[in-house]
C-alpha cells in the first residue's frame, strides 16, 4: 500500500512536472473565485482613517489591521478595497496637502499587541487608489506616522517604531526630500528603540517634533518603554535634535503621543506613558510642559492606545479615543465620555480624522469598524459596510444549508449560514458570546450544541435550541499545577466509539491548557489524559506579572507553555497529536495513556525548536503523512515553515518555495485528491497541485494576494472550500472538484471537458430577506445550478459554443462559453431556449420583453452537452436529478415542463401569426389603388391591434392585448416552482381556445 501511494504521488509529480508547473499560476482557474461572506456587522480593528474633498465628494481613505485600504467617495456610504494586490496590515496613511489622488501607505501597524501583523514599507499611489508605487522602508515592519511639510509637499517624514520581536536598527524617523524617491534616517536612538510619533509645526515647518520608543514583545512577555523613550525637538527640519524633559516625567518613559494645536501652535499636548502616566501641555512650542490630567481613561494602556487629536478649528476641544472615546472643552484638563443617544462605539479606539471644513463631523476607527459623529462625538453611528473582521479560526457544521462557526478578534463569536436568500447579510450573522472569539465548534454528533472560547480559555457551551449558554472550563485539581490557558485556547471536538452506560454514543471534546482535557458529556465533565506536555520552563511562566514595563498590561495575551494545536485521528480516537507553543509535538496511540515527542524531526529538517505549532494536519490517504505548519515570529524569524512527514512523525521535510511569505498558521489537505494542497500563512494563502514540490500564491480567487489566512475548512458533503482570514472576514471557494479534476487530467492536451457532477433539481431560497437598509455588507448566494468546467491550454479567440441535448437527441440549449486559458466554467439555469415572440410595439420592461429571453425549465432526465472549442469538441453527459424532499418529484418536474411547453408554443404560434400579418400587410401596402385590397388591409391591421400592443409608447402605459395574456401566463409560468393546480391549469386551456379562434379568423382575412 505505501508503495502504491508512492507510485501514485510520484506518477502526478512527473506529469506536473512536464506540464512546466513553476510557470502555472492561479490566474489559469481563476474561474473558482471565492465569495466574500464578511461581515460587517462587527467589522475590525481600524488603524487609520484621512479625509480630502475631491469634486465636491467627502473621500476617505481608510486604513485596517488586517484588511488593507478602503476608499469612500461618499463620505463613508460605501467603500472599496483599493489595497488587493499589496501588504494587508496598514499603519498609516497621508494625503497630499492640496491633491487628493496622491496618497501615503505605511504597513505594518504599531498597535503593538500579541496579535499585530507585519508590514514590509511604504506605498504611494498618485491615481487615488488604482495603482501604488513601493518607497522602500520595507524592513521596517511596523509605521506610525506619515508627516507631510506643509510648506513643501516633497518633504515626507515618516516614524518607524520598528520590529516588535527584535532587535534591528530599521527603525527611527525617516525623511524623504523628494516625495519618497529617497531616505535619510534622522533620528535613531538604538536597535531597540523606534520612533512612534511625529508632529510638525503648522506654519514653522522647521519645528519637527518626535517620540521615540524602547519596546520589545516575546511570546511570554510584554515591555514598553526603557532608557531610549524620550521626546525630542528639531529646529531646523531634523538636521540636529533636542531631548525636552522640562516638566515630563523623570525616570523611564513609555510610548509618548504628540499633538500640536492646529489654531495655536504654540500649544502642545503629549500623553507620556511612565510610571504615572499622563497628558502634559506645553504652550511655549514645546520647551517647558505641565501635567494637566492623569485620568486611567486617558493613559491606560498606552502601547495600544496612541491617538490625540485636537480640533482644528477650536484650541479648546481636546479629543483623546482609546479604551473609550474622550473629548475635552478646555484644552485637556477635563475630559467628558459621554455619548447621547444614538450608538455607542465599540471600545478600543485607533484613529479619528476631523473633518476640517465641519469641525461637527468626526470619523472614529475602533477594533469594530468605523464610527461617524454629526455632533462633535457627542452622538454616533455605525458605518455597517466595512468587511474587515479579524477571525482567528472556522468551523462548519452539516446541516442544509450548512454553518459557519469562527471567532472574532474583540469581536466575540458568530454563526452564519454559508448562502441566504438576498446574499448573506449582517443580519444574517448572529453572535454567540462576548469578549475576543476564537474557536467555534459545533458537537460531533448534536450539531444545535456548540462550544465556543474567548481569550484565555474562557469556554462555555452553547444550546442553540434554547439559547442557553453555561461555562464549561476545566478546574483545577487536586495535584496539578495552576493552569496555563494560551490567549487562544484550542476547542476541538471529535467522534467517539465509546457509549454510555445506556447505550448513548458519544462525542468527544477536547481542551488544552499544559494538560489535555477531554469530555465525553458536552463538558459537564472533564477528564485530564495527559501529563504536562510543554516544555514546562518555568522561568518564562507568568513574565508579565513581573514585567519590567513601565506600565504593566497582563490579559493573557503573554500566557505561554501551553498547548495550542489539537487533532484526534477521525478513525481513530486513541491516536491523538498535539501542538503546544514551545515547540513540542506531542503524540499518542492509546488515548493518551503515554506520550511521545515529535519534535527532533522537524529540528533537524530545519526548524527552530520553539517554533509554535500552528496547526496539524492528519493525511486522508495515508496514515503515516502528517503535515505540520510552525510559527517563530514571535522570536523575530517571519519564515513561512511547513513540514511534512511520511513515517508517521520520526523523520520531516520541510517545504521550499520562492513564493512563501509569512509565517505559516495552517495548512490543509484536500479530502480527495492528495496531490491538492492548501496553506495559510500571514501574508498569503498558497495552493500546491503536486504534493508540496511547487507552491502557487492565489492572487485571481478573489481574495487580496497578501491575505492573513488563519484557517481553512474543506465541507466533506459540498467540497467548498472554506478560508478564514484576520482582516478580510470568512472566504468560500464553492465546490473545489474541478480543482481536483484539473489537478490530475493531461494539461498538455489542448481541451479537456471534465464530468459533470450529477445535479439534484435545487432553487436557492428566495425568502425571508433582510430588510435593505439593514443588510450593511452582503456577501454572495451559492450558486446552484449545473455547471460546466473545461480547461483549455491557450487562450481561445474563436466563441467557445455550448450545445445541450435532451434524451431524444433534440438540442434544447445553446450557449456561449469564454476562452479563458486555463479552466472556464459555465452555468446551465436548467431552462431551454426561450420561444420567439411576436413582433411589434413598444416593449419594453413588459412580460413580452422578458419572454424572449426565458426559456422553459426542463424536467429531470440526462443531457448531452457538446462543448465546441476551435477545431476541437468534447461530450459529457448532465444527470438532473428529481428532489421529491423539497417537491420537485420527477412527475411535478415534468408537469411543469409540460404545461410550460403549451404555453411557449402559444408564444411560438402568435409570433408565427404575426410575421404571416406583416407579410400580408407589406404586400397589400403597395396595392393603394385596390379600394378591396385598402379594406382588407385595413381589417387585417385592425385585428393585429387585438393580438399586439401598438398603442404603448412608454413603461407608464399599461396596454393589454393576446401577446400580453399570454406572456403574462408564460412569465409566470417559466419561473414558477411547482406545476400549475388542475384549475389553475385551465387558464391555458381558455389561451388555447382564444389562439384557435384568432387562428380561424386569420384565414378568413387572408
Known amino acids: 500500500m505505501r508503495y502504491l501511494i508512492a507510485v501514485l504521488f510520484s506518477g502526478i509529480g512527473m506529469l506536473l512536472h512536464a506540464q512546466n508547473i513553476p510557470s502555472f499560476n492561479t490566474a489559469q482557474f481563476q474561474v473558482m473565485g ?50 488587493d494586490k499589496y501588504n494587508q496590515s496598514i499603519g498609516a496613511l497621508a494625503v497630499e496637502p492640496g491633491n487628493a489622488r496622491v496618497v501615503y501607505a505605511g504597513t505594518g501597524e504599531s498597535n503593538m499587541r500579541n496579535s499585530v501583523s507585519i508590514g514590509e514599507g511604504l506605498y504611494k499611489t498618485t491615481d487615488g487608489g488604482s495603482n501604488w508605487q513601493k518607497l522602500g522602508l520595507d524592513s521596517t515592519e511596523h509605521i506610525s506616522k506619515i508627516v507631510l511639510d506643509p510648506a513643501d509637499k516633497k518633504v515626507l517624514y515618516v516614524s518607524a517604531p520598528g520590529p516588535l520581536f527584535k532587535a534591528s536598527k530599521h527603525r527611527g524617523l525617516y525623511k524623504s526630500m523628494d516625495a519618497g524617491k529617497t531616505w535619510e534616517k534622522i533620528l535613531y536612538i538604538n536597535e531597540n528603540t523606534g520612533c512612534s510619533d511625529i508632529a510638525i509645526h503648522p506654519t514653522k515647518s522647521n519645528i519637527v517634533f518626535a517620540s521615540t520608543w524602547e519596546f520589545r514583545r516575546k511570546p511570554f512577555s510584554f515591555v514598553s518603554g526603557g532608557a531610549g523613550s524620550a521626546l525630542y525637538k528639531s529646529n531646523d527640519g531634523g538636521k540636529s535634535w533636542n531631548k525636552i524633559t522640562k516638566g515630563l516625567p523623570e525616570g523611564n518613559l513609555g510610548r509618548i503621543v504628540i499633538a500640536i494645536n492646529p489654531s495655536k501652535p504654540s500649544q502642545v499636548l503629549a500623553i507620556v506613558e511612565a510610571k504615572e502616566s499622563g497628558l502634559y501641555q506645553s504652550n511655549d512650542e514645546g520647551e517647558t510642559w505641565t501635567k494637566l490630567t492623569s485620568a486611567t481613561g486617558l493613559t491606560a494602556r498606552p502601547f495600544y492606545f496612541s491617538t490625540l487629536v485636537i480640533d482644528p ?90 454553518n459557519i462557526y469562527g471567532g472574532l478578534q474583540d469581536n466575540n463569536n458568530w454563526m452564519v449560514p454559508n448562502t441566504a436568500p438576498g446574499g448573506v447579510s ?109 516544555t514546562n520552563n518555568k522561568a518564562i511562566h507568568n513574565k508579565s506579572e513581573n514585567s519590567e514595563s513601565v506600565t504593566g498590561d497582563n490579559t493573557s495575551a503573554e500566557n505561554h507553555g501551553t498547548i495550542f494545536t489539537i487533532v484526534q485521528h477521525p478513525q481513530n480516537e486513541n491516536i491523538i497529536w498535539v501542538g503546544t507553543d514551545d515547540g513540542n509535538l506531542m ?38 503523512r502528517i ?10 524569524d517571519n519564515h513561512t515553515y511547513v513540514v511534512v512527514t ?11 518555495s520562492e513564493e512563501f511569505s509569512g509565517f505559516a498558521h495552517i495548512i490543509r489537505e484536500d479530502i480527495k485528491t492528495p496531490s491538492l494542497l492548501f496553506l495559510g500563512t500571514e501574508s498569503g494563502f498558497f495552493i500546491s497541485l503536486n504534493a508540496g514540490k511547487t507552491w502557487m500564491r492565489s492572487k485571481y480567487q478573489n481574495l487580496p494576494w497578501y491575505s492573513l489566512v488563519r484557517d481553512i475548512k474543506i465541507h466533506p458533503a459540498t467540497n467548498d472550500l472554506v478560508i478564514a482570514t484576520h482582516g478580510r472576514g470568512v472566504y468560500i471557494i464553492d465546490n473545489i472538484q474541478p480543482l481536483r479534476e484539473m489537478v490530475q487530467s493531461d494539461l498538455s492536451k489542448p481541451f479537456l471537458f471534465y464530468p459533470i457532477q450529477p445535479f439534484k433539481y435545487e432553487f436557492g431560497a428566495q ?75 413598444f416593449i419594453a420592461q413588459s412580460s413580452v420583453q422578458a419572454a424572449g429571453f426565458l426559456g422553459p425549465k426542463v424536467p429531470a432526465g440526462k443531457y448531452r452537452v457538446v462543448i465546441k472549442a476551435g477545431k476541437d469538441s468534447s461530450v459529457q453527459i ?43 400587410l407589406s404586400v397589400w401596402g403597395n396595392q393603394t389603388t385596390n379600394d378591396e385590397i385598402s379594406k382588407k388591409r385595413k381589417s387585417l391591421d385592425s385585428f393585429k391591434r387585438e393580438l399586439i400592443e401598438l398603442n404603448r409608447k412608454s413603461i407608464f402605459f399599461d396596454e393589454q392585448k393576446f401577446r400580453r395574456k399570454i406572456s403574462d401566463f408564460y412569465l409566470d409560468m417559466v419561473r414558477a416552482l411547482e406545476p400549475l393546480s388542475e384549475s389553475q391549469e385551465k387558464g391555458i386551456n381558455v389561451l388555447e381556445a382564444e389562439m384557435k379562434v384568432f387562428q380561424d379568423r386569420l384565414k378568413s382575412l387572408l
Do not use: C
Open 878 to 920: 448532465l444527470s438532473v436529478l428529481p428532489n421529491p424532499t423539497v417537491g420537485l418529484s420527477d412527475a411535478a418536474l415534468q408537469k411543469m415542463y409540460q404545461q410550460n411547453m403549451r404555453l411557449f408554443v402559444l408564444e411560438e404560434q402568435l409570433a408565427t401569426m404575426v410575421d404571416t400579418i406583416d407579410a400580408k
Open 646 to 656: 511520511n513515517d508517521g512523525g520520526n523523520s520531516f521535510t520541510k517545504f521550499e
Open 587 to 624: 503524540f499518542t496511540n492509546n488515548g493518551g495513556k503515554t506520550w511521545t515527542n515529535k519534535n527532533a524531526g522537524i529540528t533537524k529538517a530545519g526548524v527552530p525548536a520553539q517554533a509554535w505549532i500552528s496547526s496539524i494536519e492528519l493525511s486522508a490517504h495515508n496514515p503515516n
Open 34 to 83: 471565492a465569495r466574500a461572506l464578511g461581515p460587517s456587522t462587527m467589522s475590525g480593528r481600524i488603524t487609520a482613517i484621512e479625509g480630502v474633498y475631491a469634486d465636491a465628494q467627502l473621500n476617505l481613505y481608510v486604513g485596517t489591521a488586517g484588511g488593507g485600504i478602503w476608499k469612500s467617495q461618499n463620505g463613508g456610504q460605501s467603500f472599496a478595497p483599493i489595497f
Open 313 to 402: 478649528k477650536d484650541a479648546k476641544r481636546v479629543y483623546r479615543p482609546a479604551y473609550d472615546f474622550n473629548y475635552s472643552n478646555d484644552g485637556g484638563s477635563t475630559f467628558s465620555n459621554t455619548v447621547i443617544g444614538g450608538v455607542a462605539p465599540h471600545a478600543d479606539h485607533h484613529a479619528l480624522w476631523v473633518n476640517p471644513t465641519n469641525t461637527d463631523m468626526l470619523f472614529l476607527g475602533t477594533d469594530g469598524g468605523v464610527y461617524l459623529s454629526y455632533n462633535k462625538g457627542i452622538t454616533w453611528e455605525f458605518l455597517n459596510n466595512l468587511p474587515v473582521p479579524q477571525f482567528y479560526h472556522v468551523s462548519v457544521d452539516n446541516q442544509s444549508p450548512y
Open 426 to 534: 449582517s443580519t444574517d450573522w448572529k453572535a454567540l458570546g462576548g469578549g475576543d472569539g476564537f474557536w467555534v465548534q459545533p458537537d460531533a454528533l448534536d450539531e444545535k450544541i456548540v462550544y465556543a472560547e474567548s481569550q484565555g480559555g474562557e469556554m462555555y457551551r452553547i444550546n442553540l435550541r434554547t439559547g442557553l449558554s453555561t461555562g464549561i472550563k476545566p478546574k483545577l485539581q487536586a495535584g496539578e499545577e495552576e493552569h496555563r490557558w494560551n490567549w487562544n485556547t484550542p476547542i476541538v471536538t471529535a467522534k467517539s466509539n465509546s457509549k454510555s452506560a445506556t447505550g448513548k454514543a458519544l462525542s468527544n471534546l477536547y481542551v488544552g491548557a499544559q494538560y489535555l482535557f477531554r469530555s465525553r458529556d458536552n463538558g459537564k465533565n472533564w477528564e485530564r489524559i495527559s501529563p504536562d506536555l510543554t
Open 767 to 841: 425568502y425571508p430577506q433582510s430588510a435593505p437598509n439593514l443588510i450593511g455588507y452582503a456577501g454572495a448566494s451559492k450558486s446552484l445550478a449545473p455547471t460546466f468546467y473545461y480547461y483549455l491550454k491557450e487562450r481561445s479567440n474563436d466563441i467557445v459554443k455550448i450545445e445541450i441535448y435532451n434524451s431524444e437527441n433534440k438540442k434544447i440549449k445553446d450557449l456561449n462559453g469564454s476562452g479563458l486559458k486555463g479552466l472556464n466554467k459555465v452555468y446551465w439555469t436548467l431552462t431551454s431556449n426561450p420561444p420567439r415572440v411576436a413582433k411589434g410595439g
Open 627 to 636: 503535515f505540520v505548519t510552525l510559527d517563530h515570529h514571535m522570536y523575530g
